[in-house]
């Protein structure tokens, strides 16, 4: 069964920042997924912790940063614990 593209709006365009080459800075964390994972959370479909605790999402950097990310995301309803 083919998976539907769904393109984001002109707005949801605005807000992103993705980082597709190194910048030219050291980074503060690095998180290592799949489209798929990051959207699922992003929509409430899994939580942060499950995510993590299944490995579909790795978290490079400073303890106290990677455990304050899930609550960059506005938009998702995780929870962080």
Do not use: Y
Request: proline share 7%.
């Amino acid at each position: 069964m083919a998976t539907p593209s769904v393109k984001p709006t002109s707005e949801e365009m605005r807000r992103t920042e993705l980082c597709t080459k190194p910048p030219r800075f050291d980074e503060d964390l690095v998180v290592e997924t799949d489209a798929m994972t990051l959207a699922r959370w992003h929509l409430g479909e899994i939580e942060w912790n499950e995510a993590l605790r299944l490995e579909q999402i790795r978290v490079f950097g400073p303890r106290d940063l990677a455990r304050a990310l899930p609550s960059w995301n506005l938009s998702s309803t995780s929870r962080i614990s």
